[in-house]
């Protein structure tokens, strides 16, 4: 079982920053694909961004790209998401999730095992 808890989400005005942080822990394995996911209300999950926990590879949404960077610390077993120049339609709960697979980092939210609880991003204009 894996366990991931997210934090760092809050109330901000557009084009500025927060950074989002996803501790994981329990019977973990560097073969895992780790993924930031967000939900509006109203709509349905989408992917934001993706990273290969072993090899640091990366993954990102066209609507984010280039504004937000994923990355994970492999010695705090912490993934980040740090986001930059916020729009209000970034407004979302944003969750972290894991899967184990040898290959792959996938996009969508079916191909995830364990996830977090979620954490609020609101963006003013």
């Known amino acids: 079982q894996v366990q991931l808890v997210e934090s760092g989400g809050g109330l901000v005005q557009a084009g500025a920053s927060l950074r989002l942080s996803c501790a994981v822990s329990g019977r973990t394995s560097t073969w895992y694909a780790m993924g930031w996911f967000r939900q509006a209300p109203g709509k349905e999950r989408e992917f934001v961004a993706g990273?290969?926990?072993?090899?640091?590879?990366?993954l990102y949404a066209d609507s984010i790209k280039g504004r937000f960077t994923i990355s994970r610390e492999n010695a705090e077993n912490t993934m980040y998401l740090q986001m930059n120049s916020l729009k209000p339609e970034d407004t979302a709960v944003y969750y972290c999730?894991?899967?184990?697979?040898?290959?792959?980092?996938?996009?969508?939210?079916?191909?995830?095992?364990?996830w977090g609880q979620g954490t609020q991003v609101t963006v003013s204009s």
């Open positions: 999730a894991a899967d184990p697979r040898l290959v792959g980092l996938p996009t969508a939210p079916t191909e995830y095992r364990y």
């Open positions: 990273i290969r926990w072993m090899v640091g590879s990366t």
